[in-house]
């Protein structure tokens, strides 16, 4: 009895066989004759019989098949795309390579739609329909860098920025620091590149590239490409806050690139923020302490707030570092004078107390030397009618008449 049993299990198997590979061949000639809802149908009826079979990957690659029809519908690319990469999977599991070539020139032939129109558009200067096929394609391989790298620039170059903004964002998003991982592409004859090892290394083993390799983190591409050119976008969409919001990612990444320091200072300083725009500058000569323009910008705005003592501090700093800076000498010397209506109320106040009145005069003298000291050094470097009066002036009030003589 148990030998009947068998056998009749045997042949049960045989018959499912039979019936599978019959209903599967119905299917391929349906797809073939274009009939592809007739085809859907076929393939729904042998779905539960295929699963874990032999012919597991014939039925997906039918109904990839399918999906594709002619091509034309992009609606049903990412849907044929699932099902041929399925059959990849099942055929790289079972050692097999019954069906992983067709599926793989399907799934070539679907890049190439995107690719060949991208490519016509960018030979007429048409870059938003260059962009938008490219953006397409990413979305169906978003593994791949170079395809979003090439929306990118395609938007870019159509000057579609807010596009340009998005892929921007989605490139600094996905690459997250990481090495560059490349393969030739067996079909295009070119080199691809991934944004992981592990995707990288699939291509490979599903043969549709060779030749893998991995560089180095390129930094400059990262700081120098997106991040910079992301704020700049922002800036351009007057969008500050956002720009803003970038370059502080882009100062915790690379906390030596003076440049995104620097950048987020001048923004603060637009809008309108000067206490804000000396603490950006304080993070500016951290790093560069010998910047003789940040530190006259320090000095300016300290002064318009009326911190005198770092305004002149600043100004001292700028001439030690650049000598030659006349205008750095000239500004010490009005925020040493702006202390001058104070003292004269000091001596107004002083009438009939000798001793306040004295003190009053020393500081009154101790800030004209101060003040002609900066005056002397701008108009050493160049000559100046209204800095000379205002020399002679102090001359007289600090009792240097022979000086006041030589320049009268």
């Keep these: 009895?148990?030998?009947?049993?068998?056998?009749?299990?045997?042949?049960?198997?045989?018959?499912?066989?039979?019936?599978?590979?019959?209903?599967?061949?119905?299917?391929?000639?349906?797809?073939?004759?274009?009939?592809?809802?007739?085809?859907?149908?076929?393939?729904?009826?042998?779905?539960?019989?295929?699963?874990?079979?032999?012919?597991?990957?014939?039925?997906?690659?039918?109904?990839?098949?399918?999906?594709?029809?002619?091509?034309?519908?992009?609606?049903?690319?990412?849907?044929a795309?699932?099902?041929?990469?399925?059959?990849?999977?099942?055929?790289?599991?079972?050692?097999?390579?019954?069906?992983?070539?067709?599926?793989?020139?399907?799934?070539?032939?679907?890049?190439?739609?995107?690719?060949?129109?991208?490519?016509?558009?960018?030979?007429?200067?048409?870059?938003?329909?260059s962009a938008q096929q490219y953006e397409k394609l990413s979305k169906l391989i978003p593994e791949r860098r170079d395809v979003l790298r090439n929306a990118l620039f395609s938007y870019r170059d159509a000057e579609n920025y807010p596009k340009t903004i998005?892929?921007?964002?989605?490139?600094?998003?996905?690459?997250?620091?990481?090495?560059?991982?490349?393969?030739?592409?067996?079909?295009?004859?070119?080199?691809?590149e991934f944004f992981t090892k592990e995707s990288m290394d699939k291509a490979v083993s599903l043969k549709t590239h060779m030749q893998p390799q991995e560089t180095g983190y390129q930094e400059n591409i990262r700081a120098d490409v997106y991040y910079a050119s992301?704020?700049?976008?922002?800036?351009?969409?007057?969008?500050?806050?956002?720009?803003?919001?970038?370059?502080?990612?882009?100062?915790?990444?690379?906390?030596?690139?003076?440049?995104?320091?620097r950048d987020h200072a001048a923004i603060v300083y637009g809008m309108n923020d000067k206490n804000a725009y000396l603490k950006s500058l304080d993070e500016v000569l951290s790093l560069t302490p010998n910047d003789s323009q940040s530190w006259f910008n320090y000095g300016v705005v300290s002064q318009e707030l009326g911190m005198t003592s770092k305004a002149i501090e600043a100004y001292d700093k700028t001439t030690i570092i650049d000598p030659g800076n006349r205008g750095a000498y000239i500004n010490?010397?009005?925020?040493?004078?702006?202390?001058?209506?104070?003292?004269?109320?000091?001596?107004?106040?002083?009438?009939?107390?000798?001793?306040?009145?004295?003190?009053?005069?020393?500081?009154?003298k101790e800030m004209y030397l101060a003040a002609i000291a900066a005056f002397e050094k701008a108009n050493e470097i160049k000559e100046d009618p209204a800095i000379i009066s205002n020399l002679i002036l102090m001359y007289k009030e600090v009792g240097q008449t022979e000086k006041a003589k030589a320049l009268e």
């Design 1 to 79: 009895m148990k030998k009947i049993l068998t056998l009749a299990f045997c042949f049960a198997v045989t018959l499912s066989a039979i019936a599978q590979k019959k209903e599967l061949k119905k299917v391929a000639k349906l797809v073939k004759s274009d009939k592809l809802e007739e085809a859907f149908i076929a393939l729904e009826a042998v779905k539960g019989l295929v699963e874990g079979t032999k012919y597991e990957s014939q039925y997906h690659y039918l109904r990839g098949k399918r999906f594709l029809g002619k091509n034309e519908n992009e609606n049903h690319h990412s849907k």
């Design 81 to 129: 795309l699932k099902e041929f990469n399925t059959v990849l999977d099942i055929e790289t599991i079972a050692r097999q390579d019954n069906f992983s070539e067709k599926a793989i020139e399907s799934i070539n032939s679907i890049y190439d739609f995107y690719l060949d129109k991208a490519i016509k558009s960018i030979r007429a200067q048409n870059f938003e329909a």
């Design 166 to 192: 998005m892929m921007l964002e989605e490139l600094l998003k996905k690459e997250q620091a990481s090495n560059i991982y490349t393969a030739f592409n067996v079909h295009t004859k070119k080199m691809n």
């Design 230 to 261: 992301l704020a700049g976008l922002y800036l351009k969409e007057k969008n500050k806050e956002k720009a803003l919001e970038v370059l502080d990612s882009a100062k915790k990444e690379f906390p030596t690139k003076v440049n995104f320091f």
């Design 332 to 364: 010490k010397a009005l925020v040493i004078l702006s202390k001058e209506q104070t003292i004269i109320d000091e001596l107004n106040n002083s009438r009939g107390n000798s001793k306040k009145r004295n003190a009053a005069k020393d500081k009154m």
